[in-house]
């Protein structure tokens, strides 16, 4: 039972896809909140999408093999650092929260 590099250059890409997909969903939800009129509801709805899609991408994983869950979950969490400081080098200066 030796260490399968292709397995885990997959459970790589695929963690990679599935931050992209969660932490990017996050971003566009907040950007549409700002102009609903429910915000707790889309949030709420984002929510559960969001993490029940990415808990399902992650269990197809761990199924397969511990030591490629880890290195998905391990991209997975490297991209939401990459989203946070690149998206948030846009708004750097800007009050969140405050809407005009």
């Given at each position: 039972?030796?260490?399968?590099?292709?397995?885990?250059?997959?459970?790589?890409?695929?963690?990679?896809?599935?931050g992209l997909f969660y932490?990017?969903?996050?971003?566009?939800?907040?950007?549409?909140?700002?102009?609903?009129?429910?915000?707790?509801?889309?949030?709420?709805?984002?929510?559960?999408?969001?993490?029940?899609?990415?808990?399902?991408?992650?269990?197809?994983?761990?199924?397969?093999?511990?030591?490629?869950?880890?290195?998905?979950?391990?991209?997975?969490?490297?991209?939401?650092?990459?989203?946070?400081?690149?998206?948030?080098?846009?708004?750097?200066?800007?009050?969140?929260?405050?809407?005009?």
């Amino acid at each position: 039972m030796g260490i399968n590099l292709t397995l885990w250059g997959l459970a790589l890409l695929w963690g990679a896809f599935l931050g992209l997909f969660y932490f990017g969903g996050l971003w566009v939800t907040l950007l549409y909140v700002r102009r609903t009129g429910n915000p707790k509801l889309w949030l709420g709805i984002s929510f559960v999408v969001r993490l029940s899609l990415a808990l399902a991408g992650l269990w197809l994983v761990v199924r397969e093999d511990p030591g490629a869950f880890l290195v998905a979950l391990a991209a997975f969490f490297i991209i939401r650092t990459i989203l946070t400081r690149t998206l948030g080098r846009e708004n750097r200066g800007k009050t969140h929260g405050h809407q005009s």
